[in-house]
């Protein structure tokens, strides 16, 4: 039951705070007196749309403001589904702002138009002549028939129920949801395992093939630098190595005339003989050069592989 109506700033009311008793309450008065007009401020808790233009002065907010007293209503589970402060006597609150935005609270608890049009439902019922009255409402003849059969303890232990069914269900739905984001991640986990298990990559791998990769890479030039190095060292007439025979052959005649000469000689000897181990390994290494497209192509697709997976998992060399 409504109990007090309070307008502020709304049409052509200031402001005005009007109190009903028991019983049928009429309000009276001729056309242009303003009836209409609390009616309208009326359908504001009851969750209408409204505007700005509402405003008496556009310099301040429009308030509306309905005391209802619901002790006989059983409203309990409907607060406490919407997390709503209950007592026997329940006061909504419309306010607009000269903006254009519009507020609303039940019991000081800030709510959606949704919810307010869902409480004024079962508080309001506004309706002119031919127009269908609440009496017609599903809700409305359960709540009466509850209501007459004294239910309220009743839907009470049926609010607590769904409102604990409601909880399992969505703790379930988490429950579940966490499960398919777990199975997720195991596919994604067995899917990188299977990944790199295909791979097959060694400890090493990649520093060798990497060496191996710049050797194949300029096999041409390095058979280029050998042949010129063999050619330089000991093939040509005017090589390193035919330098050093011509010159042991003379000292060998220059050691008889001057005797100190017999260590430079020696010494000489050994180098020679270091020339031809270098020049023998040198040899080796040309021969182990050669060129292999097949085999450079292979490296260059498992170097780009390891190089993706590197990236891929985040992972340093």
Known sequence: MLIRLFIQNYALIREVSIDFGPGLNIITGETGAGKSILLGALGLIAG?????????????????????????????????????????????????????KSRAFINDTPVGLPVLRAS???????????????????????????????????????????????AASLELEQIMHMREIGQAERDFIRYQYDELGKAMIVAGEEEQAELELESLSHSEELKVWFENTMRLMGDDEGSVQNK??????????????????????????????????????????????????????????????????????????
Not at 148 to 153: F, K, Q, R, V
């Open 120 to 166: 004024s439902d079962m508080l309001i019922d506004i309706h002119s002549q031919h127009q269908t009255l609440l009496l017609r409402d599903n809700d409305f003849q359960m709540q009466l028939i509850d209501s007459y059969a004294d239910n309220e303890a009743d839907l009470d232990k049926l609010a607590e129920l769904y409102k604990r069914w409601k």
């Open 48 to 100: 209408n749309r409204a505007d700005s233009s509402v405003l008496s002065s556009t310099q301040k907010k429009c308030v509306v403001e309905g005391l209802f007293d619901i002790s006989t209503l059983n409203l309990k589970s409907f607060f406490d589904q919407h997390e709503l402060d209950y007592d026997d006597s329940c006061i909504i609150r419309r306010e607009i702002m000269p903006g254009g």
């Open 244 to 317: 050093l025979s011509s010159i042991k052959q003379s000292m060998q005649k220059a050691v008889s005339w001057y005797r100190p000469l017999h260590e430079l000689l020696e010494q000489l000897n050994m180098i020679s003989v270091d020339v031809k181990e270098w020049m023998r390994t040198v040899s080796q290494l040309s021969d182990s050069i050669d060129s292999d497209p097949e085999r450079l192509k292979y490296l260059e697709e498992r170097m780009n592989l390891i190089h993706t997976l590197l990236r891929k998992h985040r992972v340093n060399t």
